[in-house]
């Protein structure tokens, strides 16, 4: 039998509403996973392969995920990478809240393609709501359900986010709806497969009485956006050990830009006092959500230029929800991180991705904060080599 660990967040799908005929106003992360997943599973038939898996459920967190904090995060890296090395584990749901899911994934994404692996084929899928746990049109029961459907499928591998009867890739996948039931797309890429389980849809392809998920695509499952060679790598734990990440601000480019917020990210006495202050108060890293193909207001070049020789790497994105950029050469910062490294993903994902690429690659080593020492020794001749896998993708 496999066994599937659902780790619970909180989100809307663990939400209360005081009046359950109006799921607009509810309390997000109230009901613990463990009586989300029973009550999910009591309408299933006896036979159904969901009911029949072996479960394990684990409360990481209890927030709206609007509120997702590194805390969170940590905590939820170090649990999900703990189940997949566990061999009895065939793969691992979360349950989160819509508005950062998508980040959520891509987090996991990014920071589970960064070693060499064998549970890297193992899939870890998302899931979420969009009304309230008690409302009677709740769409969470089936939207976990699905989840642990796709978890057990044998194709499944990857971080994947399982929402309305859709399967989304980490790197695709957005949420461009504020309020419908489905809010995700994966944009032109489309979804990576369906889940059929209302039972009018179990005719088409699903043996007679039971769900099944179909494959619109062959998943990429944990192939790295990009990767930094193994020897100049820091192990995954590193991110869960840390005690802050990079640093990593967001600008935007927009008619009438003008260069007030950057002028205050990059100004020394503002940082000086920021060091006053916060913990991790160093600015390593700026991502740009520019217009079109990662073009940037006039009034904001100047700065930006200045940015690299203040060590702040500056990463070039499109705010353009398809992406689809094309950049000439990309400009090298460092062996291991380039502009070009980051095409194609949102400026929130390509945040995400330099924070942790900062904080994972020696080839950071002179930006990482001193309360990060402990992590920026390379390693010794006499330290075990990381073993890579002959399908794994150097980067450079
Ligand atoms: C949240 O993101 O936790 C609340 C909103 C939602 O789940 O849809």
Redesign the pocket.
Known sequence: MKKICILGT????A?WAPNPNDPVLYQ??QLGIQSLWEGCIAPLDAADPVRNAEICTEQVAQ????DMSLEVWKALLRRVHGCLMQSDVAGVVVA??????EETAFMLHHALSQQDQPMLTKPVVLT???RPANVPTADGPQNLRDAVRVALDPQATGVVLVCAGEVHEARAVQKVYATALNPFSSGISGPLARVLSAPNERIRGAPDGEACVTWLKRPAGLTPTHQAPPMRRRPIKTLWEAPEWPRVEMVWSHALASDWALRALLNPEVSAEAQKRLANPKLMGLVVAGTGNCTVHESLEPLLQQAAPMGVKVVRTTRCLEGGVHLEGGVHIGEALSTSAYQGLSPFKARIALMIDLLISYDSLNLIHPRHAEFSKPPHPADPIPRSRPDQQGFG
Request: proline share 0%.
């Open positions: 909180g989100g809307t799908m939400g997000a992360a927030i709206d995920s609007k989160h809240g819509t508005d950062t899911a979420c709501a969009m």
